[in-house]
């Protein structure tokens, strides 16, 4: 099963627009990254965040983590075509020390 | 700061040779490095942990004769490949964490495109 539910898994939206992504899980979890990738490149970590509730923001990119430490959302406003790429939620799994990553979210902003 | 390197960033090699990738963490000591092999338009999926100085712990599937990994040093870890054949080709990531920030929080490396032909 996968531990990490990302969604949506693909989107296309005009620039300009606003969206968010969602990574939910049914575990509770220290922390969860977010990262963005590009084709043929690795995974760029974007923010960490660790305290239910925590809003973090990274210019037109907020990040929340839920209360609960269960879930986390992504929010870009006035999407660019710079943001397109494929977005990873990603968590410690505390059982043997590894991090798990969701299966992503393939985000296309046209012009 | 932490910023972690891959070599090559691009192979092609025969069928039945073998293939190293080496993964450099340049501006921190990396006790744990992780493999990872995406196929197109899929996430990660983690193939082994290796720490510094110990075997690699290998995810179910992963075949260990196949995919040997060597973590001799703190800052460098290598991923060979065996007898390649045209079904291992992928991108293969390394990431790393270690005394850089969070030790909750991975490097990774920009990865290594295998085309086994």
């Known amino acids: 099963t996968q531990l990490l539910e990302q969604s949506p898994q693909f989107l296309s939206i005009q620039e300009g627009e606003n969206l968010t992504v969602y990574c939910n899980s049914s575990?509770?979890?220290?922390?969860l990254q977010w990262y963005r990738q590009e084709p043929g490149e690795g995974p760029v970590l974007l923010v960490t965040?660790?305290?239910?509730?925590e809003v973090k923001k990274l210019k037109r990119l907020t990040f929340q983590f839920g209360d609960a430490r269960k879930d986390s959302s992504l929010h870009i406003t006035a999407a660019q075509t710079g943001d397109t790429g494929l977005y990873l939620c990603a968590a410690w799994r505390n059982r043997d020390d590894k991090i798990i990553f969701g299966k992503g979210t393939r985000l296309h902003i046209l012009p | 700061g932490a910023v972690v390197s891959q070599h090559p960033s691009r192979v092609i090699c025969k069928s039945g040779t073998s293939v190293k990738i080496e993964c450099r963490s340049l501006?921190?000591?990396?006790?744990?490095m992780f493999w990872y092999r995406q196929f197109p338009k899929q996430s990660l999926m983690l193939m082994a942990t290796s720490n510094e100085g110990s075997k690699a712990t290998y995810e179910q599937g992963v075949e260990k004769d196949k995919f040997l990994i060597n973590h001799a040093s703190l800052t460098l870890s290598t991923l060979t490949v065996t007898s390649a054949h045209p079904e291992d080709s992928s991108f293969y990531i390394c990431?790393?964490?270690?005394?850089?920030?969070?030790?909750?929080?991975?490097?990774f490396g920009p990865g290594t495109r295998l085309t086994v032909l």
């Open positions: 965040v660790v305290t239910g509730g």
């Open positions: 575990s509770v979890f220290s922390s």
């Open positions: 990431s790393a964490t270690g005394t850089s920030g969070s030790t909750d929080t991975q490097y």
């Open positions: 501006d921190f000591q990396a006790t744990t």
